[in-house]
């Protein structure tokens, strides 16, 4: 499984940035799929995360409730995440993963600027 993201860049604080990331899904047994992001100096952290099957809703850290979206495009096995409302502290590497049984796939980082 090879997870491919996208859509990084530079953007003003309340501006708006949609991250994609090409990522199998339940098909090739993945159950779920994820975001998480690395600001400099920091761990890795959680932002969001949907199933792949049936009807869950996605899950979001509460820095983030309210302004991000993620999503999946099972025709397309696509994953995004819709960031609205950006603000400087949403800086970071954004990673995509994906999780079937006894398994973790990771991407590579796409690198999230937020000017203030």
């Known amino acids: 499984v090879q997870l491919q993201a996208s859509g990084g860049g530079l953007v003003q604080t309340g501006g708006s940035l949609r991250l994609s990331c090409a990522a199998p899904?339940?098909?090739?047994?993945?159950?779920?799929n994820r975001w998480y992001r690395q600001a400099p100096g920091k761990p890795r952290e959680y932002v969001a995360g949907?199933?792949?099957?049936?009807?869950?809703?996605?899950v979001y850290a509460e820095s983030v409730k309210g302004r991000f979206t993620i999503s999946r495009d099972d025709a397309k096995n696509m994953v995004y995440l819709q960031m609205n409302s950006l603000k400087p502290e949403d800086t970071a590497v954004y990673y995509c993963?994906?999780?079937?049984?006894?398994?973790?796939?990771w991407g590579q980082g796409t690198l999230v600027t937020v000017s203030s």
């Open positions: 949907i199933t792949t099957i049936g009807r869950a809703r996605p």
């Open positions: 899904g339940s098909a090739f047994g993945i159950s779920a």
């Open positions: 993963n994906a999780i079937a049984p006894g398994k973790d796939y």
